[in-house]
């Protein structure tokens, strides 16, 4: 397996007949289809993976990949009888939550596990999450779903294993958990889990995740110790989704479960789950996606304020983001009313990259020009703050581009190198 995540992009034809791409979000759709047009060689099969996959029609997915080139097939590998096609495989495949990926690992050489290692990597404990909030695009609306954690315990074993024999004395990782305290019992379970590979290989592990506040305050408050217990074995952030700072706001993207019962304000059950979390000695982070429709430039104001003040009086880390609701997977892909800009963003794929939470908005993203004024001034503040999380990058557009220009530059020069964190 060649894994190219590594050293200076390549170029040239890849030697393989089989080439998977993991399409982590929308954003990575315009770099997927040129892999496809100028690298892939002639006769060789594409599969294509992520949740993003998901989120488009069959005619969508058609349109973007099938097209590309006459001589290379394009496949959804997010389809299990598609892969058992693709691969010769006999009988059903295995459920996800049942499957290893230590017989995948075992083919990563050591120097480039080594540099997965020595750094914070994410890893996939559960998918899912009951609240259906609008403008996401992950599995929603339905109940957490956890790995079989015996299959858990072997891969963090056999990571751990591979780090001490590298010398390396600590792993980081971020859950792949939705919302880490939905399902509390098992959130403990994993924990002990981590415990046991620390005590037996003599290696520090740290990991975080994210949270809602309304599960994050229910386990607090029906599981005593919780908190204290994830920190000792290793647990050391929670990402809140605040995600705007208006009841109005939270009601108009299905966010109800923010507000408190008697909050009339809309910012004290924020304020009770991080100063909780501080409290326990567990970093809390803000996870501010903003610059909805419904936003105002008096609620984004509200946002920035309340990010500061947060940050100040708890230590909390701000992660500004700025709201894509028109994405594949969220509520307003599939609304009448944005099938123009659906269309033109299918037409037009390199449009996707500004679909991006770290990009400012655009005309793409938010058409209103007032609302995209106020929503970048604010997100740009955001990102300036010392301890801040994001960096934000330039979405590839024409307004965007005609800036960069006049600069003598272009957007995919200004976004080199700019990383979060």
Same mark, same amino acid.
């Given at each position: ?22 399409? #982590? ?28 996959? *998901?989120? +488009? ?41 049942? #499957? ?93 889990? #981590? ?22 305050? @229910?386990?607090?408050? *029906? ?43 809309? +910012? ?35 946002? +920035? ?7 100040? @009086? ?84 024409? +307004? ?12 995919? @020069? ?8």
């Amino acid at each position: 397996m060649e894994d190219e995540n590594f050293g200076p992009e390549k170029t040239g034809e890849i030697d393989a007949d089989i080439i998977g791409i993991n399409l #982590v979000g929308a954003p990575y759709i315009p770099k997927a289809i040129s892999m496809i047009r100028d690298r892939v060689r002639s006769g060789a099969g594409v599969v294509l993976g992520g949740q993003i996959v *998901n989120a +488009l029609s069959k005619e969508e997915f058609a349109r973007l990949f099938s097209g590309i080139r006459d001589d290379v097939e394009v496949v959804n590998g997010n389809d299990d009888l598609v892969l058992e096609k693709t691969f010769w495989l006999q009988g059903p495949m295995s459920p996800k939550e049942m #499957v290893s990926q230590v017989p995948v690992w075992e083919k990563i050489n050591d120097a480039k596990m080594k540099k997965y290692l020595n750094r914070e990597f994410s890893y996939y404990v559960s998918q899912g999450c009951t609240f259906n909030c609008k403008f996401c695009q992950a599995e929603k609306g339905k109940k957490e779903k956890y790995r079989d954690l015996n299959v858990v315990q072997e891969e963090l074993e056999y990571l751990a294993g591979k780090a001490v024999s590298f010398g390396i004395e600590k792993l980081s990782f971020y859950m792949s958990n939705l919302d880490g305290f939905q399902t509390p019992e098992k959130l403990l379970e994993f924990a002990k889990i #981590v415990e046991s590979v620390k005590r037996k290989f003599g290696i520090k592990i740290e990991f975080r995740c994210l949270a809602t506040l309304e599960f994050f305050l @229910r386990a607090v408050k *029906n599981h005593e110790g919780i908190l204290p217990t994830l920190r000792n074995a290793g647990f050391t952030s929670v990402g809140f989704g605040i995600d705007g700072a208006t009841p109005e706001v939270w009601r108009a993207i299905g966010k109800s479960h923010n507000i408190g019962d008697k909050d009339k304000e809309g +910012l004290q059950k924020s304020i009770d789950a991080i100063s909780i979390c501080a409290e326990n000695g567990i970093t809390p982070e803000i996870l501010m996606v903003f610059g909805h429709p419904t936003d105002t430039q008096e609620s984004l104001e509200t946002a +920035l304020d309340f990010v500061q003040d947060m940050a100040n @009086r708890y230590g909390a880390v701000p992660r500004p983001h700025v709201a894509k609701h028109i994405i594949p997977g969220a509520d307003a892909w599939r609304a009448k009313e944005n099938q123009d800009i659906v269309s033109q963003l299918i037409e037009n794929p390199e449009y996707f990259q500004a679909l991006d939470y770290a990009a400012l908005a655009s005309e793409i993203s938010h058409p209103d020009a007032e609302l995209r004024k106020w929503t970048n001034k604010y997100y740009q503040a955001m990102c300036a703050m010392s301890d801040r999380a994001t960096k934000y990058v330039y979405p590839d557009t024409p +307004l965007f581009r005609e800036e960069m220009a006049r600069d003598g530059t272009t957007v995919e @020069r200004v976004n080199q190198g700019r990383f979060d964190r």
